[in-house]
Nanobody, 121 residues
Framework: QVQLVESGGGSVQAGGSLMLSCVASGFPYSGNCMGWFRQAPGKEREGVARIASGGMITSYADSVKGRFTVSRDNAKNTLYLQMNSLKPEDTAMYYC??????????????WGQGTQVTVSS
């Protein structure tokens, strides 16, 4: 059974930083590309960062490029998202998921509970 447990969210002021973590189990984590997604109230879920299985290739949405950094530890089955220079428009529930490489499509269509990020101005 696929399990994705996100943590690290919180409330920060604009310009602040947060580090999100996602512990994955129930599938071959080290062999999968992974992605971070977010969903703000009233909006569709969007992809923000993705990383190849080996961790050497990353890609970002234009809205977070230069501010967010995705990384992974395959020995710990853990995905990270370092978020710097946060803006109020980054406020959303954040999720991780295994994805088809080069896409924003969740391989298993399962989602964790997410972790809430709130940025105040």
């Amino acid at each position: 059974q696929v399990q994705l447990v996100e943590s690290g969210g919180g409330s920060v002021q604009a310009g602040g930083s947060l580090m999100l973590s996602c512990v994955a189990s129930g599938f071959p984590y080290s062999g999968n590309c992974m992605g971070w997604f977010r969903q703000a109230p009233g909006k569709e879920r969007e992809g923000v960062a993705r990383i190849a299985s080996g961790g050497m290739i990353t890609s970002y949405a234009d809205s977070v490029k230069g501010r967010f950094t995705v990384s992974r530890d395959n020995a710990k089955n853990t995905l990270y998202l370092q978020m710097n220079s946060l803006k109020p428009e980054d406020t959303a529930m954040y999720y991780c998921a295994p994805i088809f490489c080069g896409s924003w499509i969740n391989v298993f269509r399962d989602w964790g509970q997410g972790t809430q990020v709130t940025v105040s101005s």
